[in-house]
C-alpha cells in the first residue's frame, strides 16, 4: 500500500507498507480530504525521536472501505471524520482521566502519530470504530470538518486546559492554525482582550477575524513586555500554541499571579524547560502550568461541528492552499514543512 511519510528522521518520501489489518472493533477508511499537520513535520525531524517507514497524517476525513463484525455503527460506503486522537476505550487510562489522551500511558492515545501508519495512506486503520468515527453534520462541509480533527479541537483544548472567564485578559503565542483556532475558541469563551503573537501577514488578519484585539511580533522586541504593557501588569491566561523552550519561560513571565499557562505546543525531546523561580513567586504564585493534546473520540468532533453548524466559527479561514489528487499529499507536506508566509494550512482532496 502506497503512502507518504518519513523513511527516517529528515527523509520524507513516498513508502510501500503493508496494508493495515481490520481487527473485530476496527474500521479501514479511505482519505478522500486529508491535511499535513506542523506536527508531522516535527515527527519527521525527529522530534519524537527515531522512527523509520512510517506513513504520517493525522487530519482525515474519508469513505469506511471495511469494518470488523463487532462494529455496528458504520459500514463501507460512510463518510467520516476521523478524530486525529483515538483511544483503545476498554484501557483505564481513559476511563480515569478526563482528557482521553492517556489510554495505556502518556500521549498513548494519538496512535496515528508514530504508533502506526498514519492517514497519507491509500486506507489507514482506525481502532475502535464505533467509539473513534464521526459522522459528517449535515450543513458542514467536508473541509470545514477536517479542520475541527486536530486544528480546532487542539486550539479549543488550549482553551479549556486555560478555564478563560468572563473578561480575562488572554495572550495566545502562535498563530498558525492551531493558535488562530485558540483566539476563535478565546472568544467564544468570554475574554475580554485577546493579545495574538505571530507574524505572518495571512495570520494576523484571521486572528483579528476570530477576535484578536491586539497583534504582537516576537521578532520586534520582547513580547513580555509587550504583554505588560498592553494588559497593565500581566495576563490572566496565556495559551502557548507555538515558539520553542523561551517560548515556556516568556508564557510564565508574562501571566499574572492566579493566572493560567495552557500550552498545547509540541516542545522537542530534547528540549528542557525551565524558568527562574522569581517568575512563579518562588513556588507561591498560584500560576497553574499546564500542558495537554486534543482529548480523542467521536463525541469531541460532533460538538466541533455543532460549532461549525451553527455559525459560531468558520475553520475554513485557515484554509490558504487547496491541492488535488493523492500524490500532491508530499507537495502539501513539504509546504507544511517549509511554511511559506503566506501558508496558514493546505487541504488535500486525493481524488
Ligand atoms: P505553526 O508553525 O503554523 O505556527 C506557529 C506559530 O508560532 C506562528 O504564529 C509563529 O509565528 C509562532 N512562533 C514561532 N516562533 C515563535 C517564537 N519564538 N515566539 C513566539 N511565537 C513564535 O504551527 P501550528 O499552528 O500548526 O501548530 C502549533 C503547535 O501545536 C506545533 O508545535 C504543533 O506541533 C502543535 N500541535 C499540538 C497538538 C496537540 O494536541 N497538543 C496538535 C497539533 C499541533 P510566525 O507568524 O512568525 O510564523
Ligand atoms: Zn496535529
Known sequence: ??????????????????????????????????????????????????????????????????????????????????????????ELGVQNFKSFSHDVGMLKSFKFLGAKDGVFGEVFHVNFADANLAPLLEGVSPEAALLTVD????????????????????????????????????????????????????CRKVATEYGATDLISYKDGDIVEKVHELTGGGSNKTIIAGGDKTTFTQAVAMTKEMGIISNVNFFDVTDVLSMPAYLWGLGMAHKDIRGGFCPGGAERIIRMQELIKHGRVDTTKLITHTFKGFDKIEDAFLMMDQKPADLIKPVVYTD
Open 1 to 90: 500500500m502506497k503512502g507518504y511519510g518519513m523513511i527516517e528522521i529528515g527523509k520524507p518520501g513516498w513508502l510501500d507498507n503493508p496494508r493495515p489489518v481490520c481487527g473485530p472493533l476496527d474500521a479501514l477508511v479511505r482519505p478522500t480530504i486529508v491535511a499535513p499537520c506542523s506536527s508531522d513535520t516535527h515527527v519527521m525531524h525527529g522530534g519524537n525521536g527515531p522512527k523509520f517507514n512510517l506513513i504520517l497524517g493525522h487530519e482525515a476525513v474519508g469513505e469506511v472501505v471495511e469494518v470488523g463484525e463487532l462494529v455496528t455503527k458504520f459500514k463501507p460506503g460512510d463518510f467520516v471524520v476521523v478524530p486525529c486522537c483515538t483511544p483503545d476505550w476498554n
Open 151 to 202: 486544528m480546532m479541537s487542539t486550539g479549543f483544548h488550549g482553551v479549556e486546559q486555560a478555564e478563560i472567564e468572563y473578561g480575562d485578559k488572554v495572550v495566545v503565542i502562535g498563530i498558525g492554525p492551531v493558535g488562530l483556532m485558540a483566539v476563535a475558541g478565546a472568544a467564544l469563551a468570554g475574554a475580554g482582550q485577546i493579545i495574538a503573537v505571530g507574524t505572518r501577514p495571512n
